[in-house]
């Protein structure tokens, strides 16, 4: 097999030429923890979480973004991995809003997992930012750009996944923020709430409104289901607690092909015990409506149930 | 205004690729600022995505969202202005606008922009004001300076 | 015909080098000079301090900040009379000599001006001035020789990239040349945003052509069909001259198709940033070049690998390009002969700050900073100490007394904690704070980080923050270890190399200057007296006259004191301003 051999924490291995530090690490099991990756996104290399050392190099590359080349030798772990890390975790935090005691995304939020990794237990630092306003326009996803960490999976995740591009970065250096066009609002924009930005987010601040209050991650099991409304396959996770499905959260999209809010919004309806009412984007803003309209399902149950 | 103007200016660059900065270098100076219109104009005429649009001009110092004074006063904080005091220029300019760094004053007259380094770095320190490029400033020598344009 | 040189660089316009033209072009007519002498503007001669700046040929006669009301006495007594008009010659600021021609001017003298010989003495918006002095003939040379044998003239003339860290030219074309694919491109990064360096502005300004000839051999060694100057725009002037000369180019068949009856076509487009220091870093220019936000992205791959669009690309900056006709007109051999034995060549140096010569100044790598700044230099303003030189922008660092014997090249600067950078040299006296230069820079890069890395966007900040602390004299215990660590941190994690540099200021302050932070922190005292909440304004009751001067004018309202009495200064409601330190005629106010 054309590949490089590498060690990566005294462990060799052999792999594809082309493969990350990153993916040759986890044929290991050997996990290096990320913020800004993820396989089905394009490259970024922004968050530096991934940072491992190599020997012979001066600097620590990003694990995500950094191909394994013959002879490599890579720890994962150094005294000088483990401080960058923390030292990144604590500038994250400098900025970030500490109020995992309430947070929904706590349990399941990938920045408090690795403070608790690393043992950070509080920032040395002084947030250098006003925080920012909650974007609470629109029924479907809670914006919270104060608990933003930058990494722009979600920008990604909206451009090659769902083609939308709604979400973009703006501005530059620290005042760069994530916003829909002309730093409006999420409600104004033309965000079709498939949510592919809040599976990604690592952080509470894309959250999905349904959850709100039904409970903390880990008084949840998860299912996971595939949506069986097309062909492609999306997945979705049912939410149970107490043995009741009390939401349904988005997974990830199928390949080449975007979750769809009628797929979540229909899972919804045959699992959850209560659902929720779903509403529908006029001109004058959302409003509710009834199920059948919501899935454009009228003219069929016209023919079903004639009146 | 803005939607034959644009459409023109996307035409000049048809040709060239990646071609987004240029126009909207032309369409500023066209309109003197980018106003959302403008901006929306100019994806729909060029095929990007808003956002795409946005995220480019909030990137780089040269473009504003905002109308602009019709003077545009940069004063030169690079090393060697700093160094010879630039910073007390950009003070008495300051004092005697009454704007902060990035203001425009309400009747349009000025706008007052510190730039990172205008490359006159002999004549430290250094301003420009409508391009005219003005050296070995101290603070006493503004508002003469100022007085000339109108 | 005789010509009369005008300097129409960007300092000597800025000192109205224009109106000096048109008045010397109406006193011609007047005298019934026209046939005799020719008025001709020119780049950047590098000596802005003095502009506007008149040298009349042959006898190379230089008038130094010459204005137009000087200009009649010019033309009688010198044109018309043979006699040079003494009090516009150049004074040696050490001997107070006047000094009448261009090559006697210890400035001029002590420097090896290869890559800025054409500035200042050629029309830069003329092809045909270019072409008179062998201008196109490296160009010509390349063409006739494989592709190959190109790359290994500059690989043995030892070039290496002027703009940064010092990369082998040759190796970086060699690597494009090899890549795979067909279409390719040479870029000209001529985005230069070092606060205090102008060498490429000056060439784009002075030499405009000297810059296309070097990016079209680089096109032709490599194979590249297109190429892009990304020029600043805050450069107007070389904005504008680089459009003039690359429409010549493309008249006289230097660009475009078939250049020069070969079969070798390329097309060189100019395009404008607008306004992004991080945009100097290749990626992040790349990106630009496309149209999208000047947002650097991890290398492998290298642009020379996937560049531009994709493809191959070369990037080199103004300064690399300008030595490469030099290096096919004269050889490989002469070029390796200047310089030491890793760096060739020539240097251009920005040479500001407090020093008496400020200006552009070429010389070979290997001389000592003493020598650039005392001899070239002429020393420090106002004989003042020398206390550090800050060298290669908000990537350098700020030199000591100690190094001032140390080799000006790439690997000695590194070593010593700074970095050739792009060439600036920013002298500092007594009166420099160093916590504060070094607060200046940080303030600098975290304003143009892109915002995309952690440890650049967040780390810069905190360092900032801290630095600002400790400059209002509330710098804590803990604090430059805090500021180590954050630099090791930043240093080791940032994606590009504005991050991954921008902690250096701040090091090599720490490194040399250690006790001046300290001061700050501990005594709440800034030794270089700069620093303006840790000073104290004092009246010497001795000298003080009771004015009321400064009483009447403070505008904190801190002076008390009867008329004809000593005065005093309320520390309590001063707002350290300085108002009375510039108004007290007996020099009565003093700072602590």
Redesign the interface.
């Known amino acids: 097999m054309p590949g490089v051999s590498l060690t990566i924490n005294d462990q060799k291995i052999r792999v594809p030429a082309g493969t990350t530090i990153l993916e040759a690490a986890k044929e290991l099991n050997i996990a290096i923890p990320t913020l800004c990756h993820d396989k089905r996104l394009s490259p970024f290399g922004a968050c530096r979480l991934c940072v491992v050392e190599v020997q012979g190099r001066k600097n620590l590359p990003a694990a995500c973004v950094t191909p394994a080349e013959e002879g490599m030798n890579v720890l994962t772990e150094s005294p000088a991995v483990v401080e960058a890390r923390r030292t990144i975790i604590e500038l994250l935090l400098a900025n970030h809003p500490l109020d995992c005691l309430t947070c929904e995304k706590s349990g399941n939020c990938r920045l408090q997992d690795y403070a608790y990794r690393y043992g950070v237990k509080k920032t040395p630092f002084e947030g250098t930012r006003d925080p920012l306003p909650l974007d609470d326009s629109n029924p479907f996803i809670i914006r919270d750009p104060h608990k933003c960490i930058l990494c722009g999976k979600c920008v990604r995740a909206c451009?090659e996944i769902r083609g939308?591009?709604?979400?973009?970065?703006?501005?530059?250096g620290p005042a760069t923020r994530i916003?829909?066009?002309?730093?409006t609002s999420l409600g104004e924009s033309d965000c079709v709430f498939c949510q592919n930005c809040v599976a990604v987010c690592p952080t509470g601040a894309l959250r999905d409104k349904y959850l709100a209050g039904k409970g903390r991650w880990w008084e949840f099991q998860p299912e996971s289901v595939t949506c069986p409304f097309c062909a492609n396959g999306c997945h979705f996770y049912l939410l149970r607690k107490g043995g009741k499905v009390v939401a349904v959260a988005a997974g990830g999209a199928a390949p080449g092909r975007p979750m769809c809010l009628r797929g979540r919004l229909a899972l919804t309806l045959i699992f959850c015990e209560e659902p929720p009412q779903p509403q529908i984007k006029t001109e004058k803003g959302f409003a509710a409506v009834s199920w059948t309209e919501a899935l454009g399902l009228e003219e069929l149950a016209g023919k079903l149930w004639p009146k | 205004m803005p939607a034959e103007t644009i459409k023109q200016i996307v035409a000049r660059y048809r040709e060239?690729?990646?071609?987004?900065?240029?126009v909207?270098?032309a369409t500023q100076e066209a309109l003197g600022y980018l106003p959302?219109e403008a901006?929306k104009e100019i994806a729909a005429a060029m095929a990007l995505?808003?956002?795409?649009v946005?995220?480019?001009v909030?990137?780089?110092?040269?473009?504003h969202l905002q109308p602009r004074g019709r003077h545009v006063i940069h004063v030169c904080?690079?090393?060697?202005c700093?160094?010879?005091g630039g910073n007390h220029i950009l003070n008495k300019i300051k004092e005697l606008l009454q704007i902060d760094a990035g203001e425009t004053t309400p009747d349009l007259r000025f706008t007052l922009e510190p730039?990172?380094?205008?490359?006159?770095?002999?004549?430290?320190p250094?301003m420009?004001i409508s391009?005219?490029?003005?050296?070995h400033l101290k603070p006493d020598m503004i508002a003469g300076i100022l007085e000339k344009y109108q | 015909m005789r010509r009369i040189l005008v300097c129409a660089g960007?300092?000597c316009?800025?000192?109205h080098s224009r109106q000096v033209t048109a008045r010397l072009k109406a006193a011609l007519h007047a005298h019934h000079l026209e046939d005799k002498f020719q008025v001709d503007n020119t780049g950047c001669h590098g000596?802005?301090?003095q502009?506007p700046l008149v040298i009349i040929e042959p006898e190379e006669i230089l008038y130094c900040r010459v204005q137009e009301e000087d200009v009649e006495a010019i033309v009688t007594e010198h044109l018309e009379q043979g006699r040079p008009v003494e009090r516009l010659l150049y004074q040696d600021p050490v001997t107070k000599e006047k000094i009448a021609t261009y090559n006697q001017i210890n400035f001029y003298r002590q420097q090896s001006r290869h890559v800025l010989k054409n500035c200042g003495h050629i029309n830069p918006e003329n092809i045909d001035a270019y072409l008179a002095v062998e201008g196109y003939q490296g160009l010509q040379k390349a063409l006739a020789l494989p592709r190959e044998e190109v790359i290994n003239i500059i690989k043995q003339a030892g070039l290496r990239g002027r703009g940064g860290a010092g990369f082998p030219t040759g190796l970086k074309w060699e690597y494009t040349f090899k890549a795979p694919g067909d279409r390719k491109y040479v870029v000209c990064n001529a985005d230069?945003?070092?606060?205090?360096?102008?060498m490429d502005?000056s060439v784009l300004e002075g030499d405009p052509h000297a810059v296309l000839e070097g990016m079209l051999i680089a096109a032709y060694a490599i194979g590249a069909q297109e190429g892009y100057i990304y020029v600043r725009?805050?450069?107007?002037l070389a904005v504008q001259r680089l459009r003039i000369a690359l429409a010549q180019a493309r008249e006289r068949g230097f660009c475009g198709e078939h250049i020069l009856g070969t079969d070798f076509s390329c097309d060189l487009?100019i395009?404008?940033?607008?306004?992004?220091?991080v945009c100097g870093e290749e990626t992040a220019l790349l990106a630009?070049?496309?149209?999208?936000?000047?947002?650097p992205r991890p290398r492998p791959p290298f642009p020379a690998r996937q560049g531009l669009?994709g493809q191959p690309t070369n990037i080199n900056n103004v300064e690399t390009y300008a030595n490469v006709p030099l290096i096919l007109r004269r050889g490989a051999g002469w070029y390796a002969s200047l310089g030491t034995a890793k760096s060739k060549g020539t240097k251009i140096f920005?040479l500001?700050?407090?020093v008496k010569n400020?200006?552009l100044v070429e010389v070979p790598m290997g001389i000592t900073l003493r020598e650039i700044i005392f001899n070239i230099g002429g020393g420090i303003l106002e004989d003042r100490g020398f206390k550090a030189v800050?060298i290669g922008?908000p990537s350098g660092g700020c030199l000591p007394a100690e190094h001032l014997d140390l080799p000006v090249d790439y690997d000695s600067l590194t070593a010593a904690g700074a970095m050739m950078g792009s060439g600036?040299l920013?002298v500092?006296d007594d009166s420099?704070c160093m916590v504060e230069v070094a607060r200046?820079?940080l303030n600098?890069t975290q304003a143009?980080s892109?915002g995309k890395c952690t440890p650049c966007r967040e780390g810069i900040q905190q360092m900032l923050a801290i630095l600002t602390r400790i400059t209002r004299g509330q710098g804590r215990e803990g604090d430059l270890e805090q500021l180590e660590q954050l630099a090791r941190v930043i240093k080791g994690t940032a994606l590009c190399g504005l991050g991954q540099t921008a902690p250096n200021p701040v090091l090599s302050t720490l490194r040399y200057f250690r006790a001046e932070y300290e001061a700050h922190i501990r005594d709440h005292r800034c030794p270089a007296k700069s620093c303006r909440d840790l000073l104290a304004y004092h009246i010497d009751p001795e000298k003080c006259n009771g004015c009321t001067r400064c009483r009447r004018r403070c505008p904190a309202g801190a002076i008390s004191g009867e008329a004809k009495k000593p005065h005093t200064i309320n520390l309590e409601l001063c707002a350290r301003c300085g108002t009375c330190l510039d108004l007290c005629r007996p020099k009565a106010i003093y700072v602590e």
């Open positions: 451009q939308q591009a709604v979400l973009g970065f703006a501005f530059r916003v829909p066009p002309l730093d | 060239e690729k990646g071609a987004l900065i240029p909207l270098q959302p901006l995505p808003l956002s795409t946005y995220s480019v909030t990137f780089y110092a040269q473009f904080q690079g090393t060697a700093h160094i010879r730039v990172a380094c205008l490359g006159a770095c002999a004549l430290a250094v420009s391009g005219d490029t003005y050296g | 960007t300092g316009v800025a000192s000596f802005c301090e502009g230069e945003g070092d606060p205090g360096a102008f502005r725009a805050e450069y107007p487009h395009r404008e940033g607008a306004g992004a220091f630009s070049i496309q149209g999208e936000r000047g947002m669009w920005a500001t700050g407090k400020t200006g800050q922008g600036g920013v500092m420099t200046f820079f600098f143009e892109c």
